[in-house]
T-cell receptor, first 112, second 113 residues
Framework: EPEVTQTPSHQVTQMGQEVILRCVPI?????FYWYRQILGQKVEFLVS????????KSEIFDDQFSVERPDGSNFTLKIRSTKLEDSAMYFC??????????FGPGTRLTVL | QKEVEQNSGPLSVPEGAIASLNCTYS??????FFWYRQYSGKSPELIMF????GDKEDGRFTAQLNKASQYVSLLIRDSQPSDSATYLC?????????????FGQGTILTVHP
């Protein structure tokens, strides 16, 4: 069964550094998302992406965040200057129909 | 603020019993409702979705929706130890694009042999 894949599984970075989290959505899906989950807290929506542009974003998704689909398969989330509070599990997700949203395994980001 | 509320549990049931998980939501315009299962340290896995009032059954799982009461539930029949996980209720609020889900904090379910 096709799956969303994410790399790396764990990223450790220093505060103020830039990080790029990578995702390969399911191949025939057209809608892509980033969610995050701070340890012990709810899963939170960050951004949705369709047709090479952001379709919706949350209040969390400020100017420090950006997303890109650099080629036909990858979907990336960039955090320009990481803060301690960015430490979380980041889930990429994709959907064919915007109904069934399939999550990747996540990247655990630790900001020191 | 559009909220989704769940009893965080833990809910403990014996193997073979019915587990009942509940969720309420604040946005009356919400359009679609989802139950995800999340094992510790893993990503959410879609179990069921429901749009219309009433019941929807899939194997051992039944989702129930009551839009008037703004209430959605998940019943797990013949619970197994492998069902032990956190169950996340998610709602697609009204006026947003599909796929933008608002999650509850999850209910921890433990099924003991």
């Amino acid at each position: 069964e096709p799956e969303v894949t994410q790399t790396p599984s764990h990223q450790v970075t220093q505060m103020g550094q830039e990080v790029i989290l990578r995702c390969v959505p399911i191949s025939n899906h057209l809608y892509f998302y980033w969610y995050r989950q701070i340890l012990g807290q709810k899963v939170e929506f960050l951004v949705s992406f369709y047709n090479n542009e952001i379709s919706e974003k949350s209040e969390i998704f400020d100017d420090q965040f950006s997303v890109e689909r650099p080629d036909g398969s990858n979907f990336t989330l960039k955090i320009r200057s990481t803060k301690l509070e960015d430490s979380a599990m980041y889930f990429c997700a994709s959907s064919e129909s915007r109904v069934r949203v399939y999550f990747g395994p996540g990247t655990r980001l630790t900001v020191l | 603020q559009k909220e989704v509320e769940q009893n965080s549990g833990p809910l403990s049931v014996p193997e073979g019993a019915i587990a009942s998980l509940n969720c309420t939501y604040s946005d009356r315009g919400s359009q679609s409702f989802f139950w995800y299962r999340q094992y510790s340290g893993k990503s959410p896995e879609l179990i069921m979705f429901i749009y219309s009032n009433g019941d929807k059954e899939d194997g051992r799982f039944t989702a129930q929706l009551n839009k008037a009461s703004q209430y959605v539930s998940l019943l797990i029949r013949d619970s197994q130890p492998s069902d032990s996980a956190t169950y996340l209720c998610a709602v697609c609020p009204g006026g947003t694009s599909y796929g933008k889900l608002t999650f509850g904090q999850g209910t921890i379910l433990t099924v003991h042999p």
